[in-house]
């Protein structure tokens, strides 16, 4: 099982990046799929998740309106559209498929990760 995620790159501040992050060796459509991501020198923290069939998102309160995460299913790809990008947004991010059908903000609930892809927001 291998989760693959890439879009991350240098942008300004306003800017607008999209992450991706495709799974092979199985598929995960029955699965919650997530993003999280650190900052140098702080902890891993929760982004967002998308349930199973992406009727249910949820959102940090830190990039809720700005950030939307989807699924596409047959192409087994999550993905995280980031707009009006912050400094603060800068950090690793990480995909993961949650155990459950749904997915949380605990980083204990998903069992497969990313290697991460690197967002720099300068301003």
């Known amino acids: 099982v291998q989760l693959q995620a890439s879009g991350g790159g240098l942008m300004l501040a306003g800017g607008s990046l999209r992450l991706s992050c495709v799974a092979s060796?199985?598929?995960?459509?029955?699965?919650?799929m997530g993003w999280f991501r650190q900052a140098p020198g702080k902890e891993r923290e929760f982004v967002a998740v998308?349930?199973?069939?992406?009727?249910?998102?949820v959102y940090a309160d830190s990039v809720k309106g700005r950030f939307t995460i989807s699924r596409d299913n047959a192409k087994n790809t999550v993905y995280l559209q980031m707009n009006s990008l912050k400094p603060e947004d800068t950090a690793v991010y990480y995909c993961?498929?949650?155990?459950?059908?749904?997915?949380?903000?605990?980083?204990?609930?998903?069992?497969?990760w990313g290697q991460g892809t690197q967002v720099t927001v300068s301003s």
């Open positions: 060796g199985r598929t995960f459509s029955s699965y919650g």
């Open positions: 993961a498929v949650s155990r459950y059908s749904s997915g949380g903000p605990y980083s204990y609930d998903y069992i497969y």
């Open positions: 998308i349930s199973w069939n992406g009727g249910t998102t």
